[in-house]
């Protein structure tokens, strides 16, 4: 029997994830490694929704994001929910803390 430590981090610049089969990418990756905590950077997305979360990363994940300037920038921060419980969250004009 094999037993997966279920603390997995992936961080990540993406490089745009304007693209349905870039996201299609991180899906996989985050299966694969069975990752809890996903920190992404450079999203270039203005706006990170429930649907596109449960496209890329299923429905046992909670998000935190900053949206992108223009076609510059963007972060997102998610998290197992099953795993992880966030008390607090602060989305500054640079950075996402959770």
Do not use: H
């Not at 490089?15 to 694969?32: I, K």
């Amino acid at each position: 029997m094999v037993v997966m430590d279920s603390e997995n981090i992936m961080c990540w610049n993406v490089r745009g994830l304007n693209g349905r089969p870039r996201r299609d990418v991180v899906r996989v990756a985050v299966q694969d490694e069975r990752v809890s905590i996903l920190c992404l950077q450079e999203t270039k997305l203005d706006v990170i929704s429930d649907v596109l979360i449960s496209q890329m990363l299923g429905t046992a994940f909670d998000y935190r994001y900053l949206p992108a300037s223009g076609t510059c920038g963007g972060i997102l921060v998610a998290w197992r929910s099953s795993i992880w419980t966030v008390t607090a969250n602060v989305v500054q004009d640079f950075s996402v803390s959770v």
